[in-house]
């Protein structure tokens, strides 16, 4: 299905909306920002921040969970490499 058409009067309100947005940015006058330089007190002056086990309760156990996860998905990967290896299980289509 076809994309409806624009009527002449919405043509001539884009284009006013648009000659209207170039003429404000056309006035502004160009600057260019220098960026100031870094001196050795600046660099003194900043500090690294460690974060704290406080900062993120969330965040051990967020880890924990994702680990033990993970050990079971690995555990379960080699019992059953182990079963099908010795032919102790048999899936079809699957052959060691």
Sequence with gaps: MANK?????????????HNFAHTFTSQTPL???IP???SPT???KSTVKVAALNEYPYLIKDISKTALLTLGIFAFQVILFIL???????IPGISY
Aim: proline share 0%; net charge positive; aromatic share 0%.
């Design 42 to 44: 600046i660099l003194a």
């Design 36 to 38: 100031t330089q870094i």
């Design 5 to 17: 058409r624009k009527t002449r009067e919405q043509k001539i309100l884009a284009e006013k909306r």
């Design 84 to 90: 099908l290896r010795n032919h102790a299980l048999v």
């Design 31 to 33: 600057t260019v920002k």
